[in-house]
């Protein structure tokens, strides 16, 4: 494969030190130099508006230009081109201004050999284009900055919007649902006796519409204020919270009779409160749907070998275990999975199972917040199993 030739323009006034030069280029075969060479600056400007040049020799004593004003003309125009100095001068100062406005290299004429001459060439080019790589990730790395500020600035906004909002949800919602529960337990309180059945029978509907709809309102924020809150990270012990869970769940429900499995020394890196809220979630969720079952079952667990569960993702990220809720209550269809973490999607019927579908949207939640993932599997009348990750006590 052929090298493609450097193309080298020499800004040299004396005819002599131009074909020296020439002849020391020429000595490298591999690559080839195409030179060009003239003896002023303003020519020079001529050929690079003219075609590209891979770099440029100068020289800091031309008829139109003297010094360190050279440079910065050269720079000022073409500052990606790379620039060698090749003077007569050997001053100390003179070659650090000139590396200072932008020169790659300084070169003093009878210090320099064919070697020294390419290999100044060479490297001339290579630090040019780093240069001007960094310069363009540094303004990539700024667009990309000012594009965050962007975003951070509109979620503060879109924050405070939520906050204005859960504050007008909190109180002029529910203060006058707060009024209509007030009114009909007062209403049921002082003319009960004056009520025929079908009055008895609204009023209750009334207070029912609204108590959902005060459940639904708290559940709304509470999901709110899980998406926005700081996490306290610490070990938490998942199989002591859970059996807190399981016994009052059972003080609420002492006529059931669930057999309950959790696994010993279940723990995770996290915030106790959020693994609380989701563990309890997921455990009143299995509670409920094994509601109808005569010999109901409920385990909490961890997995071993993942090798055994179909993961959702490529594979298990370091320093994360999996865990598993699992009940032989009514299931769901897994053609309708996908909607089992969007609020308000519900895959039973109400009169079924009670609820209004913001348990496992609170809980995917949670998990997400804790860097996890959250995935069941289910079949119709056989139970269900929900997984989720999170990371390991460190």
Wanted: one cysteine or more; glycine letters at 4%; aromatic letters at 8%.
């Amino acid at each position: 494969m052929s090298v493609q030739a450097i193309q080298i323009l020499c800004v040299e006034d004396n005819p002599g030190d131009a074909f020296i030069i020439q002849a020391m280029l020429e000595k490298i075969e591999v690559p080839t130099i195409e030179f060009t060479h003239v003896e002023r600056l303003d020519d020079a400007f001529k050929i690079l508006a003219q075609r590209p040049v891979d770099a440029v020799l100068l020289d800091l004593s031309l008829p139109d230009s003297y010094g360190i004003e050279t440079v910065q003309a050269i720079q000022t125009q073409y500052p990606s081109l790379p620039t060698i100095i090749l003077t007569g001068t050997d001053d100390e100062n003179l070659a650090v201004q000139a590396l200072h406005e932008g020169a790659q290299d300084y070169l003093v004429k009878e210090q320099v050999s064919d070697y020294i001459l390419h290999k100044a060439i060479r490297y001339a080019i290579e630090r040019k284009k780093i240069e001007l790589e960094l310069k363009q990730r540094t303004a990539e790395l700024e667009q990309t900055n000012q594009t965050l500020e962007q975003r951070t600035a509109q979620l503060e906004f879109a924050n405070q919007e939520l906050e204005a909002f859960n504050y007008a949800v909190s109180h002029d919602l529910v203060n006058p649902l707060t009024i209509i529960l007030g009114s009909t337990s007062l209403i049921s309180f002082q003319y009960d006796e004056q009520l025929n059945q079908q009055l008895h029978k609204h009023i209750t509907e009334i207070t029912k519409a609204a108590e959902h709809i005060h459940q639904l309102i708290d559940d709304l924020l509470r999901l709110s204020k899980i998406s926005r809150s700081d996490i306290q990270v610490e070990q938490v012990d998942l199989s002591y919270l859970s059996q807190q869970i399981f016994v009052n769940l059972q003080h609420r429900d002492p006529n059931r009779n669930v057999e309950v499995s959790i696994h010993p020394k279940l723990v995770a890196q996290g915030d106790a409160n959020l693994l609380n809220i989701a563990l309890e979630n997921l455990l009143e969720n299995a509670w409920k749907y094994t509601g109808k079952h005569r010999h109901a079952r409920i385990e909490f667990g961890n997995i071993d070998d993942i090798t055994t569960v179909p993961l959702p993702f490529k594979s298990l990220p370091i320093g994360h275990s999996i865990f598993f809720i699992r009940d032989n209550g009514a299931g769901f269809d897994m053609t309708k999975a996908h909607n089992l973490f969007k609020p308000f999607q519900r895959l039973h019927k109400t009169q079924d199972f009670q609820g209004n579908g913001i348990g496992l949207a609170t809980v995917q939640r949670i998990i997400q917040r804790h860097e996890g993932e959250i995935w069941a599997e289910a079949s119709i009348g056989d139970g269900a199993t929900f997984y989720f990750t999170l990371p390991n006590p460190q």
